[in-house]
């Protein structure tokens, strides 16, 4: 049997990462990404370099593939709608369309009964002066926001006369919570209520970028299985195929709120590499590409320390304990709150 050839769009880290399990199981991949310096290059066996709306580009990718999907959500609609009719994209485009504005994403969330932080949609000044009861709270572009971009801390509505926004973009305001713990919930769903979940991940983001993850989190049982619930209920709305993240919020009463939703494998569940026999990457390669679906048991716990910017340089070249596995994404240039590798270590 030929190798299936599988098209990822992105190459960062993550579509890296995706590569290099690729591998392990026979799956030849291609790379299309719109970075000349994407760091899966190294990883993948073919890379087209060009813009996302590129239809030279587009065809020369379908072309190459046999099925496709992304590791990261803010891929045109139309590019991800014009591959899928002629080779498969999973998990299938619609799902991105919901998920890339955060709208209709916490819209959708709201509407399966689970909860999320209260919002409102803001097309002017005037709508944050008219929900003050969101305030303090965030203003987030609706779109194409990532590790914080976009974002806009409101602590008063006197703030407002200072800060300069682009209203051309529509924004949502999100009430302010004093968050106790942040969590993920990564699983990957094969089929209808076929599915491998992992356990609840706890998080500490710095600056709105995640610096840490580890398993066990340390929070409620009946929170745990409720994060859980509410993933997989996600999951099978959506009809999804592959792996997902669902970031949670726990604020200082114990309340749970979904904060968002990736359609993709998902920087807090890199750990899973080393601590589940079975990553998160491979499983979103086994469901997307319709292999068999392997028990996922946990071997160690385990915590994931982000590398950001000049972090890298301490571990490039250092000696590791025999717990730790370190990962240098190659990134051509070293910047400030770039995600430059991470560092994993497992106990017992
Ligand atoms: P991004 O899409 O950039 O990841 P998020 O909405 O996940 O944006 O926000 C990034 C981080 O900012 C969160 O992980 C959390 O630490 C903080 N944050 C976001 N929204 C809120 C909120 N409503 N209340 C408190 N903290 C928040
Ligand atoms: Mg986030």
């Known amino acids: 049997m030929t190798k299936v050839n599988l098209g990822i769009l992105g190459g960062g880290q993550l579509g890296s990462l995706l590569a290099i399990s690729a591998k392990k199981l026979n ?104 929900n003050e009861d969101l305030v303090p709270g965030l203003l987030k572009t609706c779109t194409l926001g990532y590790d914080g971009k976009g974002q806009f801390k409101i602590n008063a509505i006197n703030d407002l006369k200072n800060l300069k926004i682009d209203f051309k973009k529509n924004f949502i305001l999100e009430k302010f919570i004093d968050l106790k713990k942040e969590i993920s919930v990564v699983l990957t769903r094969f089929d209808k209520n076929s599915f491998e979940i992992y356990e609840p991940i706890e998080n500490i983001h710095q600056e709105q970028i995640l610096r840490t993850s580890k398993i066990p989190a340390d929070i409620k049982n009946e929170l745990k299985e409720l994060s859980k619930k509410w993933a997989i209920s996600i999951s099978e709305a959506l009809d999804y195929i592959g792996t997902l993240c669902v970031e949670f919020f726990i604020d200082n009463q114990d309340n749970l709120y979904v904060n968002e939703i990736a359609s993709r494998v998902h920087n807090s569940g890199h750990l899973t590499i080393n601590s589940h026999n079975v990553s998160q990457f491979e499983n979103h390669l086994r469901a997307v590409c319709k292999l068999d679906k392997l028990n996922t048991k946990k071997l160690y716990n385990a915590e994931m320390i982000n590398l950001i910017g000049n972090d890298i340089l301490k571990y490039r070249n250092a000696k590791l304990q025999d717990n730790e596995f370190f990962f240098d994404y190659k990134k051509k240039d070293i910047k400030p709150k770039r995600k430059m590798g991470h560092l994993t270590r497992i106990f017992k």
């Open 27 to 130: 799956i030849k991949t291609t790379i299309f990404c719109d970075d000349k310096n994407a760091p899966a290059q190294n990883y993948c066996d073919n890379f087209i370099f060009g813009d996302y709306e590129d239809s030279e580009c587009i065809k020369q990718f379908i072309n190459n593939v046999d099925l496709v999907t992304y590791e990261f959500e803010n891929i045109p609609y139309e590019t991800l709608h014009q591959i899928n009719s002629q080779k498969k994209v999973h998990p299938k485009p619609e799902i991105n369309r919901i998920i890339q504005n955060r709208l209709f994403e916490k819209n959708f969330i709201n509407d399966l009964g689970i909860k999320t932080t209260k919002y409102k949609l803001i097309k002017k000044v005037t709508d944050i002066e008219q």
